[in-house]
């Protein structure tokens, strides 16, 4: 098939990727990480776990939150002030919510990571319907400022005051929270 990009005259493309982007290093880092992972895998450690982060927190006033449609990721309600529950709470999330800025760099403008507040492009992509349902519903709950009753199992939901959302990926949230919150739960489901 050579003799196709000849014909076309594609060979500027290989020597534009091969000298001008410098792929070079991506083989380089291969065989680093072969060679590593080779001696990686001699060593084997062995680490008592005496408990979970599930586990512990708690005690410490932390809270883990069970977020639906989105079971594996972590979140959790924690004090801002151990000894004042007036001082309010923290949303504190991993990978599920992003806040990066709209000039995070053209890898976060692809995957649709930046420029707002919530669930990426990629990851409503690949979420299912009704996981969206469900974890834009759970975050209009925690958005809410008022009591809810949960139509389904007649649990009530007492509003929790976030005065902070910190995250993973991007700068703190310290504003207007709840508002946020549900900006996070709209763009979800505006599809």
Request: a negative charge; aromatic letters at 10%; proline letters at 5%.
């Amino acid at each position: 098939m050579d003799w196709i990009d000849d014909w076309i005259g594609l060979d500027w493309i290989d020597d534009l990727i091969d000298d001008w982007i410098g792929l070079d290093w991506i083989d380089d880092w291969i065989d680093d990480w072969t060679r590593h992972r080779k001696q990686f895998d001699k060593i084997k450690l062995k680490v008592a776990v005496e408990a979970t982060c599930e586990e512990i927190l708690p005690a410490h006033g932390v809270a883990p939150l069970d977020m639906p449609g989105n079971p594996f990721e972590l979140c959790y309600q924690m004090p801002l002030d151990a000894h004042d529950a007036s001082a309010g709470y923290a949303f504190v999330v991993c990978d599920a919510l992003f806040n990066l800025p709209a000039n995070s760099g053209w890898i976060a403008y692809l995957m649709g990571s930046s420029g707002f507040f919530g669930v990426t492009r990629i990851g409503r992509l690949l979420m299912p319907k009704e996981s969206k349902v469900l974890f834009a519903r759970w975050l209009r709950r925690m958005a809410s400022t008022e009591p809810l009753l949960d139509a389904d199992t007649a649990e009530r939901f007492e509003p929790i005051e976030w005065r902070a959302i910190i995250m993973a990926h991007g700068e703190p949230i310290v504003s207007d929270c709840h508002a946020r919150l549900r900006e996070a739960a709209d763009r979800l489901c505006k599809e």
